[in-house]
């Protein structure tokens, strides 16, 4: 047992508090970790076992590692047995970086990690644009005011994997009333799971030395958060290493009322807007379904024309009674019943709001179908021509309208209506004829053409037409 002097004691205890960290040196364990104890060993161990599982001897021995808000450098140190090329911390306080030379020196610890001064904000410029094979962030998201701005720094400087440790918030918070009010609701995010995130805000001043860097509103994630801020920042699903019930049981033992988890993710090709693409499916849908011609006359001289006295069909009068916001419930049923597709069900029900356009594009595809433009150009211009027209039917009737005119060789509308169409929605798929639809879902299945159009119906929920 080395015996250490008065005055090395009182220089460590000037450079603590040592709570993310347990040195053992030949003088014992120098460690202030209390209520987090064992909670600097799991992430280690947890990052040991995660590397050793994923990557050979050779592998690690070719790859770097970057650890971001790694304030001594202990997790670091830990895994320094490893045959990795290079170990390197990034860490904001100075007095972090400093409290593990003078715990390594006065301990008689030699450490292969090497130190740079820096935050998450800047974190690419203070490694100088290098990219690290594995980046760890462990008690740092929860420390950020941006959970989503973090996870991006991370993602340009991360090469093969990412490891994150945060406490989370308990995902029991994302009750049904709080998703109905979050959850994306636009055609371009059907088809894709409608998943919510939440983040819990506090204040958090920069007195603490594990705790964010100046005054700020920082946000505790939910692990939907984290699986948003991975996708919108280019990493793959994240992998759940460790979650919260296992953390619990492992590390906090009832001592912090926390949640946390320990998750990994890959670097995957950075998102877009447009990668996002389900509303051009969504649109391509719409375009090839077709409702009937005997439901919609109905409809259409009653809320187009104008005529009072209609001889309705059982689904027009569901419809209309919809429109008219009256037996919501049984009409509702009543369309469950008499119409089969999904897609023309959801068609029909999107009628209650803005009838007159959307039944006028719906009564101009119908005519177009029977190929009789003149008839559906006169439906799609009732649609763009129309006070306050609904946007959705607007944008679509204009790319009905551009169609017209490019078949009839009439350049000039058909530019102007490609104009109004991109100023409309300059997301709408160019391609969303039924029969492009068509042949497009036949060879992307190898499949008949009618084959294609089956698949076509069998859609995802749909909803706001
Ligand atoms: C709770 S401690 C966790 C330390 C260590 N990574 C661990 O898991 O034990 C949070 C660390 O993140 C650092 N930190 C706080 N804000 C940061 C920021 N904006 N960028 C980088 N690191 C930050 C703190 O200085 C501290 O070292």
Redesign the pocket.
């Known amino acids: 047992m080395r015996t250490l002097s008065i005055d090395q004691i009182e220089t460590l205890n000037a450079h603590g508090p040592y709570?993310?960290?347990a040195w053992t040196g030949g003088a014992g364990v120098l460690t202030h970790e209390e209520a987090l104890e064992g909670?600097?060993r799991f992430?280690a161990d947890t990052l040991l076992s995660v590397l050793t599982t994923r990557f050979s001897g050779d592998r690690l021995a070719r790859m770097s590692i970057l650890?971001?808000?790694?304030?001594d450098g202990?997790?670091l140190h830990q895994i320094g047995g490893l045959p990795l090329r290079r170990l390197v911390g990034?860490?904001?306080?100075s007095k972090?970086i400093r409290k593990g030379e003078v715990a390594r020196s006065i301990l008689g610890i030699e450490t292969r990690v090497e130190f740079v001064q820096?935050?998450?904000?800047n974190?690419a410029e203070s490694v100088r644009g290098e990219i690290f094979d594995i980046v760890?962030?462990?008690?740092?998201l929860h420390?950020?005011e941006s959970p989503a701005a973090?996870l991006r720094s991370l993602r340009q400087v991360c090469g093969e994997l990412l490891f994150l440790?945060t406490i989370t918030l308990d995902s029991r918070h994302i009750g049904a009333a709080a998703r109905a009010e979050i959850e994306p609701k636009d055609v371009v995010y059907f088809g894709r799971p409608k998943t919510v995130g939440m983040c819990g805000n506090k204040l958090e001043s920069s007195y603490y030395?594990?705790?964010?860097?100046g005054l700020s509103v920082v946000g505790i994630p939910s692990i939907e958060t984290i699986a948003l801020c991975c996708e919108a920042a280019g990493f793959s699903p994240p992998r759940l290493e460790v979650n919260p019930a296992g953390y619990r049981r492992a590390v906090w033992r009832g001592k912090r009322p926390f949640h946390a988890a320990i998750l990994t993710a890959e670097p995957a090709p950075r998102q877009t807007c447009q990668d996002l693409g389900h509303g051009q499916a969504y649109e391509r849908k719409l375009a090839a379904a077709r409702i009937r011609r005997e439901d919609l006359a109905p409809l259409h001289q009653r809320f187009c024309l104008g005529k009072t006295r209609v001889a309705h069909t059982e689904v027009s009068r569901a419809v209309s009674a919809l429109i008219g916001k009256r037996g919501e419930r049984a009409a509702g049923t009543a369309l469950e019943r008499l119409v089969e597709s999904q897609v023309e069900r959801e068609i029909l029900r999107s009628f209650a709001h803005s009838p007159a356009g959307k039944i006028a594009l719906e009564m101009g595809k119908t005519h177009l179908a029977d190929n009789d433009p003149a008839a559906a150009e006169i439906e799609f211009r009732r649609v763009t021509g129309g006070w306050n027209a609904d946007w959705r039917s607007t944008y679509r009737a204009f790319h009905y309208l551009a169609a017209i005119a490019r078949s009839r060789g009439l350049d000039k509308d058909r530019r102007r209506y490609e104009e109004l169409l991109a100023v409309a929605n300059p997301h709408f798929p160019a391609r969303a004829w039924p029969e492009d639809v068509e042949a497009e879902e036949a060879e992307a299945n190898g499949l008949t053409r009618a084959a294609g159009m089956t698949r076509l119906g069998s859609s995802s929920p749909l909803q706001e037409v």
């Open positions: 709570n993310h960290s909670r600097g992430i650890d971001v808000g790694c304030y202990w997790i990034v860490e904001p306080r972090n820096g935050g998450i904000e974190l760890v962030a462990t008690g740092l420390h950020v973090a440790e030395d594990g705790s964010a860097t």
